[in-house]
């Protein structure tokens, strides 16, 4: 099993970046998938991006491509998201998660960390 716990959200204005960080517990992390998702109220939750093991490829949702940008450091058990030109449609509470399958489906995700909110202010 593995433990996720998101750090790194706050306010930030319109145009503004934040960095996000997934610290997982345990020494299998770089056996899993890692992915992120959002939830904003009223709303689904939708997938961000997600990221191979070795962490050389990372596919992202149209609405972020090109201003986000997913990393991870398997020898210190942490995944990035690092998040450029933030909109105010990007206010949320982004989850990271771990799975089994490169994949944008949040079924395929076996565990959660327990989100940080991200609000982007006009």
């Known amino acids: 099993q593995v433990q996720l716990v998101e750090s790194g959200g706050g306010s930030v204005q319109a145009g503004g970046s934040l960095r996000l960080a997934c610290a997982a517990s345990?020494?299998?992390?770089?056996?899993?998938?890692m992915g992120w998702f959002r939830q904003a109220p009223g709303e689904e939750r939708e997938f961000v991006a997600t990221?191979?093991?070795?962490?050389?490829?990372?596919s992202y949702a149209d609405s972020v491509k090109g201003r986000f940008t997913l990393s991870r450091d398997n020898a210190k058990n942490t995944g990035y998201l690092q998040m450029n030109s933030l909109k105010p449609e990007d206010t949320a509470v982004y989850y990271c998660a771990a799975s089994s399958r490169f994949t944008s489906s949040s079924s395929s995700y076996d565990y959660w960390g327990q989100g940080t909110q991200v609000t982007v202010s006009s």
């Open positions: 345990g020494r299998t992390f770089g056996t899993y998938y």
């Open positions: 990221i191979t093991r070795s962490g050389n490829i990372a």
